[in-house]
């Protein structure tokens, strides 16, 4: 996937992007560099820094042979100039450095805070997110900032120290986001601390996505999902696919100033494109845009809340067969916090395997406190319950 022209490297793109090595360069493009072997290195590593591709699959790993080290470049450059989250990398970013979208959003609005810019300096769509994950918009902004510049007036604190004041006004862990049953949610990382800190049915979920892998949202309790999102322990994926039907609703976006960076012109260029009988397939042939690019792009408006899908898996029909590790078809449901909203809730199937009273997801799925028949300490009801095993836990 690359991003759309817009820096220096604009008139090299094309060879970054089909890996040609520095032997295999046209004379003419050698030429351009004055036959300089370390300005070729220097461009393909700058464009593939500021379009945020990933190292595995681009020329840059020939250049920068360590992936942390260049993820870390990746971010630093993004945070500094407030791009948005790059959410195409997540699995390496918080799987690999545990930079989450709010640690990197909150790492940008202290740093905004400890220069003393204006709010107006985040872009549009970094903005957007930040409201979304730290709820921190314009007003609360310059509200956080105005106790700020008094608390430091009168405790006279160092530059470095401030740092850690302004911490002290910011958020701590990410505020409640609307979740949507067709998102995906992917295994964080987890340490034995955070298990120990977990209920019953965030210790199962946790231990089917390590088992079974990524699991729709719908098949889970909403609750425990959002506590495991706000302790992140995990991330959410939001599919965008090639028949997907997209409508645009921008009653929440936040106006503030344009970047420039090519990713949000395109965001703006689909602003523009968007209709609900284009799928995104052809919008993007349309544009003659990459359609990873464009995916991307859309994945980015429904997980901000500007879009919405009309081609979602319905609440009200069973989710698609699936089938399990010894070639069984498995009908999967979805859990009763989703249908709440409905006027009629499914009778949740009778349990039917034998899992061991040892199991967590079996202390989950069996435990009386889960199904809002107890008292226990989790605190859980019916609703914010596991599925039974044709749930898949």
């Known amino acids: 996937m690359s991003r759309p022209q817009g820096d220096s ?5 094309r060879y970054i992007l089909q890996q040609y090595s520095w032997e295999t360069l046209p004379l003419e493009v050698k030429k351009s560099m004055a036959h300089s072997r370390a300005t070729w290195k220097q461009h393909v590593i700058r464009y593939s820094i500021r379009q ?3 190292w595995k699959q681009h020329l840059v790993q020939s250049f920068v042979p360590n992936e942390r080290q260049y993820y870390e470049g990746v971010l630093r450059f993004s945070r500094l100039h407030y791009l948005l989250y790059p959410y195409h990398l997540s699995d390496v970013l918080i799987k690999g450095l545990r930079v989450t979208p709010f640690k990197y959003y909150h790492e940008m609005i202290a740093d905004l805070m400890l220069n003393e810019k204006s709010y107006d ?4 769509f970094t903005a957007a997110d930040g409201v979304r994950l730290l709820g921190i918009g314009r007003n609360q902004y310059i509200s956080t900032m105005n106790k700020l510049k008094a608390e430091n007036s009168q405790r006279n604190f160092f530059l470095r120290n401030k740092l850690t004041l302004v911490k002290e006004f910011l958020p701590t862990e990410p505020q409640d986001i609307p979740l949507r049953h067709w998102w995906v949610l992917h295994l964080g990382v987890v340490g034995e601390s955070d298990i120990q800190q977990s209920s019953k049915v965030e210790h199962a979920i946790i231990d089917l996505l390590l088992d079974e892998g990524p699991k729709p949202l719908g098949l889970l309790p909403q609750k425990s999902v959002q506590s495991l999102y706000r ?7 939001v599919p965008a696919l090639p028949n997907d039907l997209i409508r645009l609703d921008l009653k929440d976006f936040v106006m503030n100033r344009t970047s420039g960076d090519s990713f949000e012109n395109l965001l703006y260029t ?7 009988r284009t799928s995104i397939e052809q919008l993007a042939k349309v544009l003659e845009i990459d359609f990873q690019l464009v995916q991307v792009a859309i994945s980015l408006y429904l997980r901000l809340g500007l879009a919405v899908k009309i081609t979602v898996p319905s609440l009200h029909e069973n989710p698609k067969k699936t089938i399990n590790s010894i070639g069984a078809a498995i009908q999967p449901k979805w859990h009763p916090s989703w249908l709440q909203n409905l006027q009629q809730l499914p009778t949740l199937p009778a349990s039917t395997g034998s899992s061991s009273p040892s199991s967590p997801s079996a202390a989950a799925v ?3 406190e889960l199904h809002g028949t107890g008292d226990g300490s989790s605190g859980r009801t019916g609703a914010d319950s596991l599925m039974a095993p044709t749930a898949g836990i």
């Open 9 to 13: 490297a604009v008139g090299l793109e």
């Open 366 to 368: 069996n435990s009386g």
């Open 270 to 276: 689909l602003f523009v494109s968007m209709d609900e």
């Open 121 to 124: 300096s985040l872009p549009n």
């Open 52 to 54: 945020q591709l990933r």
């Open 231 to 237: 302790r992140g322990l995990v991330w959410l994926e």
